[in-house]
């Protein structure tokens, strides 16, 4: 990856444009950067998509036709979501998520990994102003996904707070958020990552168990299992180890993306009609869950962790970093 010139973009009708102050360094990026993904890479290929990243925050440079809700200097943030009609069936459900003419930052519009970066009037995320920019970037993206996924216990698997709940993958950029945040929403959370030095970066998180994923499934299973697990992890393995976790009629949230080339889901209809097991996926944040985020944000039960920040000529670096796992939590770069 190098540092280039390129066109200027320009704001369209309810579109921003946003002068990028900070970008957080997401894990798909760096897949993203490694092709990992054969299908998205064809589509930024398709689009003429040439820079990454999704976790922008900076402030409003100019406005496009129609829009009202921001002003030129405002404070916000562009994150994956790019654009979302609102009017389809998906949207009007509360899924948006999966709009089927959605736009995405860094895969059908041009990332936040440069100077500028335009965003739709609709996913812009207004940024709260106790929040430094270094704070709220990685909160576009890992902040939110993570949001989202604890969210799923109560919205869609209906396990309450006092339950047990594995997060796997628990010191990443995104599993370190979501520790923080079941366990503020009330959860018993057993962290769960690989190597002694992320197993105490998850310990001092506070979670109840901080375990080894080699420990784990004889530790959850001395409690009698877990209620659900949230897998951040991407590596089929995780999701391996998910499923061993859960007691019956348990849930999976589902989060981490492996390489394709690692395989399918380790289970089999059969398997999950007699455990009674429950799949659901979980991908990024929009609007509300955004506030949701920031209020929690702000009670300072939840912390971002910074291990690495430098600029866009330290880009290379740091995702071949990441690609190596050279450090827990989350990397940001200021533009």
């Given at each position: ?241 998910a499923f061993k976790l859960t007691r019956l009629v348990g849930g999976v ?83």
């Open positions: 990856m190098a540092v280039q010139e390129i066109d200027a973009p320009h704001p369209g009708p309810g579109e921003l444009l946003v002068r990028i102050r900070s970008s957080g360094v997401c894990h798909s990026d760096v897949h993203q950067w490694k092709g990992d993904w054969p299908g998205e890479r064809a589509l930024m290929e398709s689009k003429g998509v040439r820079v990454l990243g999704h976790e922008g925050v900076g402030a409003v440079e100019s406005v496009g036709p129609g829009v009202s809700r921001f002003s030129v200097g405002d404070r916000v943030g562009v994150p994956w979501m790019n654009y979302w009609c609102g009017g389809c069936e998906v949207c009007l459900t509360g899924y948006a998520q999966w709009c089927p003419h959605a736009e995405v930052t860094s895969v059908t519009v041009n990332g936040t990994f440069a100077e500028l970066a335009k965003v739709s009037e609709r996913a812009a995320v207004p940024i709260p102003a106790a929040l430094s920019e270094e704070e709220a970037a990685p909160l576009m993206c890992a902040g939110v996904t993570a949001y989202g996924a604890v969210r799923r216990l109560a919205t869609e698997l209906r396990i309450p707070p006092g339950k047990i709940v594995a997060i796997v993958g628990a010191a990443g950029g995104l599993g370190h958020y979501a520790v923080q945040i079941a366990q503020a929403l009330g959860y018993r959370v057993a962290g769960i990552d690989v190597g002694e030095d992320r197993v105490r970066f998850v310990r001092g998180l506070g979670v109840e168990w901080a375990l080894d994923a080699s420990e784990a499934k004889s530790a959850i299973r001395a409690l009698g299992g877990a209620d659900a697990a949230i897998v951040f992890t991407p590596k089929l393995s995780g999701y391996e180890l949230v589902a989060v981490g993306i492996p390489d394709p080339k690692e395989g399918a889901l380790p289970i089999t209809p059969a398997g999950l009609i007699n455990h009674g097991t429950r799949i659901v996926p979980a991908n990024v944040g929009v609007s509300y869950e955004f506030d949701d985020l920031f209020r929690l944000y702000g009670t300072g039960r939840v912390k971002g962790h910074l291990a690495r920040r430098g600029t866009l000529s330290d880009l290379s670096a740091i995702l071949q970093e990441m690609a190596d796992a050279k450090y827990v939590a989350r990397a940001v770069v200021t533009i």
